[in-house]
């Protein structure tokens, strides 16, 4: 597997790069709802759906908007070896196809959780699926990783959505779940996670139905 090398000059890099990028491609980028209050003491497990190409960088933006830790995301080895730079500011890799590589990368993610202020996150989904696929089809990692830690972890759901909104670009909606601190004997299992996801999907679609307004993460 590809391991994750944070370098404070790839984030001095990136930022103002990305920042470039999402005004070229999004009308705007909003978070609608309340951003989640995290505990210093406990690592945070994000859990997005995974529907663009681009979930890994709003993951990105998120925290250097928000959460402001250290954050690690686990992606495909395909991808991560096509572009090696993600590893400087993060990037970790997965091979899903080979299960000794499966089990070596979410042994090293659970290692990033015994970093201090860490932010890991990872697809449940474990593919590129549409927002509107039902089920989601989540695989069985986060369980084995709360298994293998053994400690409170804070799990974070997160909804993306994209849409076009009568601009040339379109909008990005974020929405955050609870926030709640889970051990493997405390964690509702994966069906409820999914359960979780899937419900958290249908209110963004409805706060986006309805027209909410939130906070822009462009400005």
Request: with cysteine; net charge neutral; charged share 20%.
């Amino acid at each position: 597997m590809i391991r994750a090398q944070h370098r404070l000059w790839a984030d001095i890099i990136f930022q103002p790069y990305l920042t470039r990028l999402f005004k070229k491609h999004f009308h705007e980028i909003q978070l609608l709802g309340e951003s989640p209050e995290i505990p210093d003491h406990l690592p945070l497990l994000l859990l997005p759906n995974h529907s663009t190409w681009w979930d890994g960088f709003f993951v990105y933006l998120l925290n250097k908007r928000i959460f402001h830790r250290t954050a690690y995301l686990m992606m495909l080895e395909t991808q991560l070896t096509k572009y090696k730079f993600f590893r400087k500011i993060g990037a970790y890799s997965i091979e899903p196809e080979n299960r000794r590589g499966v089990i070596e990368s979410l042994e090293y993610t659970v290692g990033l959780l015994n970093r201090e202020m860490s932010l890991v996150s990872v697809f449940p989904q474990g593919q590129l699926l549409p927002w509107h696929t039902r089920p989601l089809g989540y695989k069985r990692g986060v369980e084995w990783i709360l298994q293998k830690y053994g400690k409170p972890v804070m799990l974070l759901p997160l909804a993306i959505r994209t849409e076009f909104l009568g601009e040339k670009c379109p909008s990005v909606f974020f929405l955050f779940g609870d926030a709640t601190p889970f051990n493997a004997e405390t964690f509702q299992g994966m069906d409820w996670l999914e359960e979780t996801e899937t419900a958290l999907l249908d209110d963004l679609a409805s706060k986006i139905l309805h027209q909410e307004a939130g906070q822009n993460l462009l400005r």
